[in-house]
């Protein structure tokens, strides 16, 4: 029998199985999410946030870009009994960055791997034990059949998974079901929704993520923020985090 157009199986295909969606809407798939801490970006993904269990790419244009605090208000809501991985992270993760995140409490690995089969086969033992409630792995370079191996493990665990790719990695295949590209904006980041589980999304995002300072009031004094010599000024020394 054929169904009409006005259908409630039509017009809510998720009734009849939770992988089904219509192409104009966002799909509801059964999976735990946790928000991303942006309310204008939990709009525009399924569920309403980072799906849990499920491969994330974010492609960057190059690292430092604020991907990291891009991820903080996430990765503050998981877990403590569980530690954040950073496999091969492209430059030493440093205690007091997390101390100023307010992510010093949560118990974090450092794996400083050699090669991407190395960077693969660690990412994919923490998955399979499910040891870790995020994983966040750099991969410069990865082959589409490890790119689909990790996929896969990260399905059979409820990890925040985020897979970290240059940004020419975006033109390529993957099996991931949520692509993002970050490039830098003023103040912030601008979020491009390459691929995701529904309607395509054709409007950037853009995330604050350091707000404007108040503008100081013109004074007969000098500004206590005026800009410091470029030599090395004695500060603070901090320790990395431990290998």
Not at 72 to 95: D, K, M, N, T, W
Not at 164 to 173: E, S
Request: charged share 15%.
């Amino acid at each position: 029998m054929i169904q009409s157009a006005q259908s409630p199986a039509l017009r809510h295909p998720e009734r009849i199985h939770p992988a089904l969606w219509r192409g104009s809407q966002l799909a509801q798939a059964p999976h735990n999410t946790v928000s991303t801490g942006f309310d204008c970006l939990n709009r525009e993904l399924p569920n309403q946030g980072w799906p849990l269990g499920t491969l994330i790419e974010l492609s960057l244009n190059q690292p430092g870009i604020g991907e990291i605090h891009f991820l903080c208000p996430a990765l503050a809501q998981l877990s403590l009994e569980r530690g954040i991985a950073l496999v091969h992270p492209p430059c030493i993760p440093y205690f007091h960055c997390w101390l100023n995140w307010r992510l010093d409490q949560h118990r974090l690995l450092w794996i400083n791997t050699q090669t991407e089969n190395d960077s693969l086969w660690a990412s994919e033992q923490i998955l399979k034990n499910n040891v870790c409630a995020a994983l966040l792995c750099w991969a410069p370079s990865i082959r589409p059949a490890a790119l689909r191996r990790l996929h896969l493990a990260a399905r059979q665990s409820d990890t925040l998974v985020v897979l970290l790719r240059p940004q020419a990695a975006a033109n390529q295949t993957s099996p991931a079901p949520l692509r993002l590209n970050l490039k830098p904006a003023p103040l912030g980041l601008k979020i491009i929704v390459a691929k995701r589980q529904g309607a395509s999304c054709d409007t950037p995002v853009f995330i604050t993520l350091y707000p404007s300072r108040p503008q100081i009031a013109q004074t007969a004094y000098a500004p206590l923020d005026r800009s410091l010599s470029a030599h090395t000024q004695p500060g603070r020394a901090f320790s990395p985090l431990a290998n």
